[in-house]
């Protein structure tokens, strides 16, 4: 469930990847800023991966919107002004979906993205949680990171 922090020594991270990009959780590789975490997600989108390659987590409950309807997300990327896509799905039937973009400001460092799902029906039972790098432009090869994903 939210938040996602990949810090559980208990629980399993499992990654569905498609279109040519892994996920996995990995050791933080700049703890500094405002992400001091140990662990973290990394998103690898190979070279010549489709445009819209990405990986999805699935959570053991839906999300819950009644009170608050902004996810934020810390992300690490090697390049600013790139859009990272944040979508989430229902687990019985994907096309029941809603995403937002989020452009990164800043290369080489951590920074909190925001998603302000407005108005999103809390009844349509969002259980899995898609990320998407460097959406809409085939993949170079880079890693990205992500972390601290919450309600807030």
Do not use: C, H
Request: aromatic letters at 12%.
């Amino acid at each position: 469930a939210l938040p996602l922090d990949f810090e559980s020594s208990t629980l399993v991270y499992t990654f569905t990847n498609f279109g040519g990009a892994t996920s996995t959780v990995v050791n933080n590789p700049n703890s500094a800023g405002i992400n001091t975490s140990a662990k973290v997600g990394a998103l690898t989108k190979d070279n010549g991966s489709q445009v819209w390659a990405g990986s999805f987590i699935e959570l053991a409950s839906p999300i819950n919107f009644s009170t608050q309807q902004t996810i934020k997300m810390k992300v690490w990327s090697p390049q600013s002004g790139i859009v990272v896509k944040l979508k989430l799905e229902n687990l019985a039937n994907s096309a029941i979906n809603t995403e937002l973009d989020a452009t990164t400001t800043v290369a080489n460092a951590w920074q909190e993205l925001t998603y302000t799902f407005t108005g999103i029906n809390n009844a349509n039972n969002y259980q899995r949680v898609v990320v998407f790098f460097d959406f809409g432009n085939p993949g170079t090869g880079s890693t990205y990171y992500f972390d601290d994903i919450k309600l807030n």
